[in-house]
Nanobody, 122 residues
Framework: QVQLVESGGGLVQTGGSLRLSCTASGRTFSTYAVGWFRQAPGKDREFVSAISRYGLSTSYADSVKGRFTISRDNAKNTVYLQMNSLKPEDTAVYYC???????????????WGQGTQVTVSS
């Protein structure tokens, strides 16, 4: 029903910035809650940020609050994760996830992208 493709990952120095994109195939994508998750080598997947349908509500993990900003462009079927002041501990594969929900959720997502690698060097 919904196919997600992440892009924008790469290698950046500590303190640098990256903007990740999550582009969806569904034409009703604006009605889906969307979340960003990450998984570092040897660690469990963790919640990073989420945005509700239409982008009216957002949530951030404490570890990224104040540095990351999630947003969405409904016309482009795209959700962004602007990452500033990056730290080595932000290094991970970042995944976009979507769920048909009227409220913001941090778990229980059905649709997942393939992930994009973010590496922050010291």
């Amino acid at each position: 029903q919904v196919q997600l493709v992440e892009s924008g990952g790469g290698l950046v120095q500590t303190g640098g910035s990256l903007r990740l994109s999550c582009t969806a195939s569904g034409r009703t994508f604006s009605t889906y809650a969307v979340g960003w998750f990450r998984q570092a080598p040897g660690k469990d997947r963790e919640f990073v940020s989420a945005i509700s349908r239409y982008g009216l509500s957002t949530s951030y993990a404490d570890s990224v609050k104040g540095r990351f900003t999630i947003s969405r462009d409904n016309a482009k079927n795209t959700v962004y994760l602007q990452m500033n002041s990056l730290k080595p501990e932000d290094t991970a594969v970042y995944y976009c996830a979507a769920e048909y929900s009227s409220v913001l959720i941090t778990t229980g997502y059905t649709y997942w992208g393939q992930g994009t690698q973010v590496t922050v060097s010291s």
